[in-house]
Structure formats: structure tokens, C-alpha cells
């Protein structure tokens, strides 16, 4: 679609752009919305998602080094040092990893100051399907992270990529995945007040993204998925994702039924 | 530790604009230190250090993200980078 805008002659991502905003948005819903229903300080909310973003950013690209370690191996070995630097600064990043890093990066925050790392945990989780709802369209402007080879309703053809198949029409799961998480948060939106202190929101967020993450990974296009034994790697973090949700539901009803 | 925030968050947007991947180190650097910073004195210098950081954390990302959560696609990318550049 639109993989890049130029602004005082630098040529920046729409990706980058979306997911500017989508920080903006996910910090101001976190330090004022969603801290409310806690006794902690907006400022230790404020510095705690500072330390989140980082840990995202790390994590991401991470993963996304492990998932494409083979790659860049042949370029090192090749002496292709600028493509190598290319793939590794601007090649991608991987949710997933994003989301480990960015749990991590709240735990340090908690541990480092003393804080509650519940709350912060709490605080954070409503926010990530927001923050992820808003990038997946950067993800279609960029036209990365591109579906199937798909000739039915809503399909969409991509002119000006340099990651799409250019002029065939493709399964939009970029805007489909971007649908479903904002549909998750508003859900996790509406329960947050009922469970709140619980980890109920974690655990209902867990299995529905994991949910629809397993189900579009069939219909991604990307040629590189990280298969392992038929599976990508994100549909297996998914499964892993799906039982620790099923595992948070048994334990706050064993909770509830203990008390 | 306040100065050194101060200090490594102009150098951080200062480098958003030279070479990204130093000007992002810098500005995660001075935001941890600006942090602690803050929460051991809080101080103008600090605060000024966190401001820093934090307007070179966010240049520094916006310049160097070209795509994010997508796996693959490097090589393409990569290529396409070098044809533009």
C-alpha cells in the first residue's frame, strides 16, 4: 500500500508511523485509564510502560534474530555486511518475542523499584491488544506480514510493496488480525472493572489471541514462517500461550472455590 | 547520573539522524539512567535527561523500524533498501 513516507527527506516506515501512534495511545490508556482500578503511582505506571516499550523492542527483534539466524549466517559468511546490518536492524520484529520482552521489561521495572509486578502486569495486558490492533496496520500499509493467494470478498492487491506478492490479490490478515484485537480489547475493556486483581483478564486474553493467531497463521502468505514440524513457530508459541490461559482459569477458580 | 542521562539523550537524538543503532543504545541507556535517576532524587536535570531520552528512544525507533511483526521478508526487504538508497 504505503510502505514508506518521506519527511524532511528521511524515508520512514508507515509501519513505524502506526506504531508511534499506537504507543501514544496504549500509554496514555494505561497511565490513565487503566491504573485507576489500582493504588499505584501514574509516574511509576509511566516509567514502568518506558521499560515495557524497551523490553518490547529487544524482545521482538530477538526473536526475530533466532527465527532468521540461518539467514544471517549466510550473509556473514557471504561478506554481505550491509545486507546483514539491513536484515538485522530493518528486517522485522516478531510479536511474540515483543510480548515476552515486554513482560520482562515490567518485571525488571517491578523488581529494580520495588514495586507490585501484578499490578504493573495487570495494568499492562488490556493495553497490548490495543497497541497491537493499531500496528497490524501498519503491517498492511508496509504490506508485510501479507495472507494467502485469496480471490474472494475483501481480498486485496498490493501495487507498491517491497515485501507483498505485487498484483496478485492476497488474504488481508493484516486488517483481520488488527479486527480481532480490537475486538479482544474491547472485551478485556468491558471485564476489566469484574476482573479486576484476577488474573482472568491475562488468561482470557491468552486464549483469544492465541485463538486467532493459530487459525490466521494458516492463511499467512510469508514465505519464511519458522516451520517446525509442519507448525510455525508463532502457531506453537500459540498452543503454549493456550494452555498457560487454560492454566490461569483453573487456578483463579480453584481460588474462588478455595475461598 | 542525572548529567549522564542529560548527556547520552542529546547524544541519542543527535545520532537518530547519523547512525540509528548508537543513537537507540544511547537513548535506552539514558532513559534507565534518567529513571533512576528521578525516583532516587528528583531533579530538572533529570527530568530534562528523561525528556531527552525519551524524544531520541522514539526518533531513533521511528528511523530505524521499517517493518515490524512480520517474520521473514528480510531478504526483500534488504534488497529493496539497498535499490532505494
Partial sequence: MHPYVTIFGHIIGSYAIMSFIAIVISALMAVFFFSKFY??????????????????????????????LPILIQYILAGKFNDMYLSLIRGGLVFYGGLFGTIFGLWI?????NISFKTLFFIAVPVIPLFHSIARIGCFLAGCCYGIEYHGFGSVIFQ???????????????????????IIFL????????FKGTFKTCALYCILYSITRFTLEFFRGDVERGIIIGLSTSQWISIILFIIGIILIIKENKTVTDK | ????????????????????????????????????????????MATA????????L??????????????????????WLNSIS
Fill in chain 1, 109 to 113: 521495572y517491578a523488581k529494580t523499584f
Fill in chain 1, 187 to 194: 472485551i478485556l475493556f468491558i471485564t476489566y472493572k469484574k
Fill in chain 1, 160 to 182: 507498491k510493496t517491497p515485501y507483498a506478492r505485487i498484483g496478485i490479490p492476497l488474504f488481508p490478515t493484516q486488517l483481520i488480525e488488527s479486527a480481532c484485537n480490537m
Fill in chain 2, 49 to 56: 535527561g528523561l525528556v531527552c531520552s525519551i524524544i531520541g
Fill in chain 1, 39 to 68: 493504588n499505584i503511582n501514574k509516574e511509576d505506571v509511566f516509567y514502568a510502560f518506558l521499560f515495557a516499550l524497551i523490553g518490547c523492542f529487544l524482545g521482538a527483534k530477538l526473536l526475530y534474530i533466532f527465527i532468521n
Fill in chain 2, 58 to 79: 522514539v526518533l531513533n525507533l521511528i528511523l530505524v523500524i521499517a517493518c515490524g511483526a512480520c517474520i521473514g521478508a528480510a531478504g526483500a526487504g534488504a534488497s
Fill in chain 2, 1 to 44: 547520573m542525572a548529567v549522564g542521562s542529560l548527556v547520552l539523550g542529546i547524544v541519542g537524538i543527535v545520532f537518530s539522524f547519523i547512525f540509528q543503532p548508537i543513537g537507540l543504545i544511547c537513548s535506552i541507556v539514558g532513559l534507565i539512567l534518567s529513571i533512576v535517576a528521578r525516583k532516587k532524587e528528583p531533579s530538572g
